[in-house]
């Protein structure tokens, strides 16, 4: 019985990353940074029927960006002028499943999307705390004329990051370190799949 959740992740899998490493039951991870195949010997497939065959169920914790490659066509944006992603989920449930059924083998693909579910979770007291810490600070910043700044938390103090600081490059797993070695070596999996 294999089971795929997606996770939020449009560009960057940190998000899928950490939670494989936080349950220690997922057996694959699909990133955005990490290209990967479907077919072959050495793809997905052969890799989810490996697992399945060693231990008679897997977990695959899928990225929403991953594999855009194979399933959007790169044409279009959505209003905040993001590029729109394939639904990398349905796409990998549909495919899992009618290769399982062109092997002749009964499975039963299990499909989780609780992107919504963890949005929309209460916030615990530690959050909210947090969240005041950071609106003060806002408020405090701008009464002090600051502009085209956030506030952001560095070494257990609140701080004025400027923008251009903030936005100067976007934040990714790199596939030949720690964060990727941990999920590597946490999942058995190898470390891509071409």
């Known amino acids: 019985l294999p089971i795929m959740v997606k996770l939020m992740g449009r560009h960057s899998g940190f998000v899928a990353c950490n939670a494989a ?19 072959g010997e050495q793809g997905v497939f052969r890799y989810v029927e490996r697992v399945l ?9 899928v990225a929403e960006g991953a594999a855009q490659d194979l399933v959007s066509d790169g044409t279009g944006a959505d209003k905040s002028g993001n590029s729109k992603l394939g639904d990398v ?9 009618k290769h399982f059924k062109q092997e ?3 499975v ?3 499909y989780i999307d609780p992107s919504y579910a963890i949005r929309s979770v209460p916030a615990s007291p530690s959050d909210s705390v947090y ?3 950071m609106a003060r600070n806002a408020v405090h910043a701008a009464m002090a004329g600051n502009t085209e700044m956030l506030i952001g938390r560095w070494h257990g103090r609140f701080v004025h990051v400027p923008m251009p600081l903030a936005t100067r490059s976007r934040k990714q797993v790199d596939p030949g370190d ?11 999996q190898p470390r891509q799949f071409v």
């Open 21 to 39: 490493l936080a349950s220690t039951d997922v057996d694959l991870v699909l990133i955005p940074e990490v290209p990967m195949q479907l077919e």
């Open 53 to 61: 065959d060693r231990q008679g169920h897997a977990v695959i914790v």
């Open 89 to 97: 989920g349905v796409f990998l449930r549909d495919r899992i499943t």
């Open 104 to 106: 002749a083998r009964d």
């Open 108 to 110: 039963t693909l299990k």
């Open 131 to 133: 969240c005041w810490n």
């Open 178 to 188: 720690d964060v990727w070695t941990s999920v590597i070596e946490a999942t058995g």
